[in-house]
């Protein structure tokens, strides 16, 4: 017997969003169970892995996929921001006729 459900375009988003979210937090947890296991040794500090980012070095006790997405998010708003602000000091200091040499920003994400 087959069972169908119609959704409203919203409600079928939502399902859409829980679904990626419950696969990729699960893909996470088994990625980090697999780091595990292959990580353990004899000394603790040698099983763990740190996270950079721009607030600098993070070591979680427990680490989850919606704090990978936090970091990420983070480090995106952090290249906005930076960008931004570049660009707007550019245009200040070439609209006071001061030379600045065109130093290109280096993603993080490369």
């Known amino acids: 017997e087959d069972i169908t ?3 409203s375009i919203k409600a079928a ?10 696969i990729f937090a699960a893909l996470f ?3 980090v169970g697999r780091i595990n296991a ?3 040794s004899a000394n603790p500090r040698s099983s763990s892995i740190g996270i950079l980012d721009i607030f600098g070095f993070e070591q979680l006790q427990t ?8 970091n990420f ?6 290249e906005q921001f ?12 070439a609209a006071e006729g001061v030379e600045v040499e065109d130093g290109s920003l280096q993603s993080s994400a490369e």
């Open 73 to 78: 998010v983070n480090e995106m708003l952090q």
């Open 13 to 22: 988003q939502i399902c859409r969003d829980a679904l990626c979210k419950s």
């Open 29 to 31: 947890d088994w990625v």
């Open 63 to 70: 680490n989850s996929f919606e704090q990978l997405c936090i």
């Open 5 to 7: 459900q119609r959704y």
């Open 38 to 40: 292959v990580s353990r």
């Open 82 to 93: 930076n960008e931004s602000v570049f660009a707007a000091e550019r245009r200040l200091f």
